[in-house]
């Protein structure tokens, strides 16, 4: 096309539109998916929310009901509170957990690569996957986790049959499943940093520890934006180990927001209801993402 | 609620490959669906696989019937679809399963909704009224006219909404309490009659890792299916007659939710099982010395536990109550969307009424279900009235009520009761409160039939 272009003079274009032209060219197949596949259903809940829909029968428009009864419905609301126990537990945990197993698998030493190897494992199982495995593990009697700790003397809890640990064991499984993946990430990052900013460092007389929090946590800031951004968004969609391992429950204590919207939409047949929970969930997404995104915004190109 | 619901546990990707090996589907269907599968987003890979049905063919009619995939007896029903497409082949039935978990929500209602649902499903009681309410459901009157005092009459009006019947009983599974008669011998304790009994034998069989007894622990249909008998026998109901509002707040109905509670807060009872207990492998592992199970219980400890002994007694009454008891079962529907409505009436009452062979072997050849039909259920003689099956024949059937239809945020509530009462230490009278308000919420802008 270009080629075509400028073989006619009058259509020649400046070096800069030129690569501009190729630019979005590129952009226009993911363009064009996301609006497919992205855009166009966010349009479509939005519709369905303004009416009442039972997927069987014809939609009626209720205007803004759905999003009047839904301040007032205890159980979203006590749905959002769960799910934002879940997020402040979850997110700090995966990064954590996810920088630390980074470090450590970022020592030059052969057998490092079957460790790095194995923390990656889970990541290729589907966390469906991983939290039916789980759900034997926290078995009370017969779970490997209470006999560990009934090696140590402790007495361990029924880990899905209680409201206190209940929603613990949901995080554990995630943790389990989705580490690897932001470990790589971290590992990507924390080799992009060059060594000669850590001799340097030494040379100065830094220690361990300062090198830590003044090189490799600065420095690592885009790798850390990454990880924080998805894993806040994926953990305010957390819904498939919820689903497996304890169905919202017991007594609705992992009822996350995204499994009662399933529920209303697919077990109430309240469609419309579910998609205006739906795009309420997604505002809060957008709007925390958007607040993190400005406050992590990198500030360290160099 | 049926014994099925245990079986049918198979992911959508299996569906997909045996739908691919089968050549149901095309390799490009079959990528789009693997691709849904895995982003493990059950809601996708439905509409994908949606858009693999339709497509007509000339003169001939070829009518879709869905059902839940269940390993242990989708063969039998492929084989009669097999005689009865051989015999007319103006009317091809087309037979097509689906993951139990995905079924009647992701999967029948998405496809109504978009225009492309079966000609004839099963539905389970609780999703009955939303397709009688939202017209989906045939009334299909006729194909009883000339058999209807075959059937049980109870049976019948569980299918029936203003004097109209909206689908075809084919099946019950009632619930008892199982036992092991080992375990119970060893601790010098005989079958509990009445809930005194109950607590006192429960407590008794609970050591070490022993529970006394397995109750379903978790949320949902089949918890409200198991615990309905204990309601029912201290006299309580869930809704007034005239669905106007909640029928829990009452003594007996606190009662009943305050016996469940205990069995859990006491240790007796589970707090969390791996699988649903429909599944009687609690009991037959020795994991627990009494179990709340349904008909098809006496099929799984046969095959899966042979020689563990187990005896069955029906569930425990209050002091003073009457013994009752709930049966389970699928009902087979008939789209009103069809374009085939005859050709749909005709196979199921080929099916289900005239045909001498399948009725029986789905009773108690494949399975061990009772036909609402008695020709079935005396064809099925020498299985029902052997020995232990003939325990539930004589003592638990002859009590036994159908399961309640109520539309799923009912059960839900109900639900939400008992769930109080075991796992956050409500009393009855609190769990039976909790549970009534979600109800008379729900019902209070209920316009549908009851």
């Given at each position: 096309l270009i080629a075509t272009l400028r073989r006619r003079r009058r259509f020649r274009l400046s070096a800069r539109w030129e690569e501009r032209l190729v630019g979005?060219?590129?952009?226009?197949?993911?363009?064009?998916?996301?609006?497919?596949?992205?855009?166009?259903?966010?349009?479509?809940?939005?519709?369905?929310?303004?009416?009442?829909?039972?997927?069987?029968?014809?939609?009626?428009?209720?205007?803004?009901?759905?999003?009047?009864?839904?301040?007032?419905?205890?159980?979203?609301?006590?749905?959002?509170?769960?799910?934002?126990?879940?997020?402040?537990?979850?997110?700090?945990?995966?990064?954590?957990?996810?920088?630390?197993?980074a470090l450590l698998v970022n020592q030059r030493l052969r057998p490092i690569a079957f460790f790095r190897a194995s923390y990656f494992v889970p990541v290729m199982l589907s966390l469906v996957v991983a939290s039916v495995i789980w759900s034997f593990i926290f078995d009370e009697h017969t779970g490997a986790l209470n006999q560990i700790l009934a090696i140590v003397g402790l007495h361990g809890p029924s880990w899905l049959g209680s409201t206190r640990w209940a929603l613990v064991s949901v995080v554990i499984v995630a943790l389990w499943q989705g580490v690897g993946y932001n470990m790589?990430?971290?590992?990507?990052?924390?080799?992009?940093?060059?060594?000669?900013?850590?001799?340097?460092?030494?040379?100065?007389?830094?220690?361990?520890?300062?090198?830590?929090?003044?090189?490799?946590?600065?420095?690592?800031?885009?790798?850390?934006?990454?990880?924080?951004?998805?894993?806040?968004?994926?953990?305010?969609?957390?819904?498939?180990?919820?689903?497996?391992?304890?169905?919202?429950?017991?007594?609705?204590?992992?009822?996350?927001t995204v499994f009662y919207i399933y529920e209303n939409a697919f077990k109430f047949l309240r469609i419309g209801y579910a998609s205006a929970m739906a795009m309420v969930l997604f505002l809060i997404v957008l709007v925390f993402s958007l607040i993190q995104l400005r406050f992590l915004r990198d500030q360290t190109n160099f | 609620v049926s014994g099925d619901q245990r079986q049918g546990d198979r992911t959508s990707l299996d569906v997909l490959v045996e739908r691919f090996q089968r050549g149901?589907?095309?390799?490009?269907?079959?990528?789009?669906?693997?691709?849904?599968?895995?982003?493990?987003?059950?809601?996708?890979?439905?509409?994908?696989?949606?858009?693999?049905?339709?497509?007509?063919?000339?003169?001939?009619?070829?009518l879709q019937w869905w059902k839940f995939a269940a390993d242990h007896d989708d063969g039998s029903i492929r084989k009669a679809i097999g005689r009865w497409n051989k015999q007319n082949p103006d009317i091809q039935v087309n037979f097509?399963?689906?993951?139990?978990?995905?079924?009647?929500?992701?999967?029948?209602?998405?496809?109504?909704?978009?225009?492309?649902?079966?000609?004839?499903?099963?539905?389970?009681?609780?999703?009955?009224?939303?397709?009688?309410?939202?017209?989906?459901?045939?009334?299909?009157?006729?194909?009883?006219?000339?058999?209807?005092?075959?059937?049980?009459?109870?049976?019948?009006?569980?299918?029936?909404?203003?004097?109209?019947?909206?689908?075809?009983?084919?099946?019950?599974?009632?619930?008892a309490l199982y036992y092991r008669k080992d375990l119970l011998?060893?601790?010098?304790?005989?079958?509990?009659?009445?809930?005194?009994?109950?607590?006192?034998?429960?407590?008794?069989?609970?050591?070490?890792?022993?529970?006394?007894?397995?109750?379903?622990?978790?949320?949902?249909?089949?918890?409200?299916?198991?615990?309905?008998?204990?309601?029912?026998?201290a006299g309580g109901e869930v809704v007034s007659s005239d669905w106007k509002s909640s029928a829990l707040r009452t003594p007996a109905a606190a009662s009943a939710f305050d016996l469940w509670g205990q069995l859990v807060n006491k240790g007796y009872a589970p707090k969390k099982t791996s699988s649903l207990t429909a599944d009687s492998g609690p009991l037959?592992?020795?994991?627990?010395?009494?179990?709340?199970?349904?008909?098809?219980?006496?099929?799984?400890?046969?095959?899966?536990?042979?020689g563990v002994p187990f005896g069955i007694t029906r569930i425990p009454v209050p002091s003073g109550g009457k013994?009752?008891?709930?049966?389970?079962?699928?009902?087979?529907?008939?789209?009103?969307?069809?374009?085939?409505?005859?050709?749909?009436?005709?196979?199921?009452?080929?099916?289900?009424?005239?045909?001498?062979?399948?009725?029986?072997?789905?009773?108690?050849?494949?399975?061990?279900?009772?036909?609402?039909?008695?020709?079935?259920?005396?064809?099925?003689?020498?299985?029902?009235?052997?020995?232990?099956?003939?325990?539930?024949?004589?003592?638990?059937?002859?009590t036994a009520r159908a399961e309640p239809r109520y539309p799923d945020q009912i059960v839900k509530a109900v639900?939400?009761?008992?769930?109080?009462?075991?796992?956050?230490?409500?009393?009855?009278?609190?769990?039976?409160?909790?549970?009534?308000?979600?109800?008379?919420a729900y019902l209070k802008n209920y316009k549908g039939a009851h």
């Open positions: 979005y060219g590129f952009l226009v197949p993911d363009v064009l998916g996301l609006l497919v596949f992205v855009a166009l259903p966010i349009v479509g809940a939005l519709y369905v929310s303004l009416h009442d829909w039972n997927g069987l029968g014809p939609l009626q428009f209720v205007g803004l009901d759905n999003y009047r009864t839904l301040m007032t419905d205890g159980a979203f609301i006590d749905s959002l509170r769960i799910t934002v126990t879940y997020v402040v537990a979850f997110v700090p945990s995966m990064f954590v957990g996810a920088l630390g197993l790589i990430i971290f590992l990507a990052g924390l080799q992009d940093i060059p060594r000669d900013f850590y001799e340097a460092a030494s040379i100065d007389g830094a220690g361990a520890w300062s090198r830590f929090w003044r090189i490799t946590l600065p420095l690592l800031r885009p790798s850390s934006t990454f990880v924080l951004v998805t894993t806040f968004i994926s953990s305010f969609q957390v819904f498939d180990p919820v689903y497996v391992l304890t169905t919202g429950g017991p007594a609705n204590a992992t009822s996350a | 149901r589907i095309s390799r490009r269907q079959f990528s789009g669906g693997l691709l849904a599968a895995g982003l493990s987003l059950p809601a996708v890979a439905a509409v994908l696989e949606a858009c693999g049905g339709g497509g007509g063919n000339g003169g001939k009619t070829t097509q399963t689906f993951p139990v978990s995905d079924y009647e929500g992701a999967k029948l209602t998405t496809a109504f909704a978009s225009g492309t649902g079966p000609d004839m499903f099963w539905i389970s009681a609780g999703a009955f009224l939303d397709y009688v309410n939202s017209g989906v459901a045939q009334s299909i009157d006729d194909l009883f006219k000339n058999n209807r005092s075959q059937y049980l009459q109870a049976a019948i009006d569980a299918v029936t909404v203003n004097g109209k019947i909206y689908a075809i009983p084919f099946e019950m599974e009632p619930v011998d060893k601790a010098g304790i005989t079958p509990p009659q009445t809930w005194t009994d109950l607590l006192d034998a429960a407590q008794k069989l609970t050591t070490g890792h022993q529970q006394g007894i397995v109750i379903e622990p978790s949320q949902g249909v089949y918890q409200n299916f198991t615990w309905y008998p204990f309601l029912w026998s037959g592992r020795g994991e627990a010395a009494m179990q709340v199970c349904g008909f098809w219980a006496i099929a799984q400890l046969k095959s899966g536990f042979p013994p009752v008891t709930v049966y389970g079962g699928w009902r087979h529907m008939l789209s009103s969307r069809s374009q085939h409505l005859d050709a749909a009436k005709k196979f199921a009452s080929w099916l289900w009424m005239q045909d001498e062979i399948f009725p029986k072997d789905w009773a108690c050849q494949t399975n061990t279900k009772y036909s609402p039909r008695k020709p079935v259920n005396d064809a099925c003689s020498s299985v029902f009235d052997a020995t232990p099956a003939d325990y539930f024949t004589n003592q638990v059937l002859p639900g939400d009761g008992i769930q109080a009462a075991m796992f956050q230490g409500k009393s009855g009278q609190e769990a039976a409160s909790l549970a009534a308000d979600g109800i008379d």
